[in-house]
């Protein structure tokens, strides 16, 4: 079965930047998202990309900031994230932007502080 295996995370200072990576183990054609999930909080969605490439949609905490991109020839999302903001800190996932989820992956941690 799928399985999604993000990477990429680490630490940043405020007005740094990070990119993220999601590979897919199978073929898919279908929207992707990226989510996020901060300490106490439930899992939010940040952002989703369409089977083409466009549209896309950003959660308003992230847009003008992080950009999603996706390159199905190699099953990979990417999740670029500039301009970092410590209400950023959490571990990030990505999986389907809406249906039933692919069992998640580890997810990858990003934290923001300086």
């Known amino acids: 079965q799928m399985q999604l295996v993000e990477s990429g995370g680490g630490s940043a200072q405020p007005g740094g930047s990070l990119r993220l990576s999601c590979l897919m183990t199978?073929?898919?054609?279908?929207?992707m998202a990226w989510y996020r999930q901060a300490p106490g909080k439930e899992r939010e969605l940040v952002a989703s990309?369409?089977?083409?490439?466009?549209?896309?949609f950003y959660a308003d905490s992230v847009k003008g900031r992080f950009t999603i991109s996706r390159d199905d020839a190699k099953n990979l999302v990417y999740l670029q994230m500039n301009n970092l903001k410590p209400e950023d800190t959490a571990v990030y996932y990505c999986?389907?932007?809406?249906?039933?989820?692919?069992?998640w992956g580890q997810g990858a941690q990003v934290t923001v502080s300086s």
């Open positions: 990309i369409s089977r083409g490439g466009t549209p896309t």
């Open positions: 999986n389907k932007a809406s249906g039933n989820m692919w069992p």
């Open positions: 199978e073929t898919v054609f279908v929207s």
